[in-house]
């Protein structure tokens, strides 16, 4: 059985003010939960239809059926489970290798595809501006399909940020040189933009090495690529030139 | 002023038997339905308020307000204006060139990014399994951020169009080759498959060229791309080979 209050703690986790009171955020369905279970993130609480799980503390582990599961979830359909996790403390990025930087990604479902596709490609640091979607948001967490375990997200001034790297600052532009044949180097940091505004004039500046992805159609009139598609086709090329 | 007949014939489009009913289907937003109204499409009928487009025939333009335009949205928030377009007939696909082809993608998000990303890359032709969702489903037609006007869709039976084509059929599986190392050809069919469950047998046994995108994360758990995501690496990589 759920209590008023716990329902009311919980269903208030889908708001950034109160994972940042309660330092909680919570994740749903079997595989994702399986996930974060096995991962370095620390267990609060966990909600769940019988059978799917076992070895759970006692003081951790409550079953729960459909109908209570709907009043917690944050999805359209329950998903079985849903648990609680501990927000953990920010881990400093390291200042080597590839880094991956959003300049005010507003998207949760464009967030979490990037830090799936950082996991993929073994970028274990991904900076955010303060502008962007809170990485704890149930829709990115479940579009990271697991992944937010394995990349470490920071929320930082962008700007101040990048004053202060000495590794080379990547941004996309339309006359950026063609990242094709580009050489390009294995430490560095990618920078990608806001969905309708792309990088900021204040990050821009800060950018020392401007590259574009070439457009192949023979029309003028296709806009741009989402960001989580640039961002893919920039970090299999840095990646695949290691 | 909208009647009430002419509201339950611009929601019933959002349902794909009223849409081939009716042969047509909507578009929202000031740039989208510029981009369709530019486009070869004809503009069946435009609901808009008032001060956006000029030149449109009275026959074809009704100007609405907010309240009215809530009522025919397929958004949570309309965006000033909703068109509707004929649907037009199907062109046969060219069996010439780069040609993609769906197995049973279901996402309407997923399929309007892999129309924008077509056309990026001068992708003309994009054949859908049956099982596909319909690219004139209006989350799919939003996606494509007025892409569906170059990119030419067409819906079949897969496995019957890959058994008779004489170009190459490349599918991506965890025991394909290197992407990054394959000799790509300028000529072949590029076959994407489903969510959860990857291209399906029938269509695997139809793949001549195995190919993978390799995994850079020390890691064996993340679990794969996103089809969109793969679908851009991919296409990317191809492209920057011609």
Not at 23 to 48: M, N, P
Not at 141 to 159: D, K, P
């Amino acid at each position: 059985m759920l209590s008023k209050n716990q329902i009311k703690t919980i269903t208030g986790l889908q708001q950034k003010k109160y994972r940042k009171q309660y330092k909680l955020f919570f994740a749903e369905g079997i595989k994702v939960v399986e996930e974060l279970l096995s991962s370095s993130f620390t267990l609060s609480h966990l909600y769940t239809e019988p059978g799917y799980f076992t070895g759970i503390p006692h003081n951790k582990y409550t079953e729960v059926n459909e109908a209570e599961l709907k009043k917690i979830t944050a999805l359209t359909t329950p998903q079985h489970c849903l648990a609680l996790f501990e927000i953990p403390d920010e881990v400093a990025v390291s200042q080597s290798g590839l880094v991956v930087a959003l300049d005010d990604v507003r998207d949760p479902g464009n967030l979490g595809t990037i830090i799936r596709l950082c996991d993929w490609f073994g970028i274990e640091n991904l900076v955010c501006s303060d502008e962007c979607v809170d990485v704890y948001n149930p829709k990115v967490v479940q579009a990271t399909m697991g992944s937010i375990s394995r990349v470490n997200v920071v929320y930082t001034n962008l700007e101040a940020f990048l004053a202060q790297t000495s590794l080379p600052v990547y941004g996309t532009f339309m006359d950026g040189a063609n990242i094709y044949k580009e050489t390009l180097k294995p430490e560095g940091i990618i920078v990608l933009g806001n969905e309708a505004n792309g990088i900021s004039v204040g990050v821009e500046v800060l950018c020392n090495e401007r590259i574009a992805i070439p457009r192949f159609g023979n029309t003028q009139q296709t806009e741009s690529l989402n960001v989580a598609t640039a961002g893919a086709i920039i970090l299999s090329e840095f990646c695949r030139k290691l």
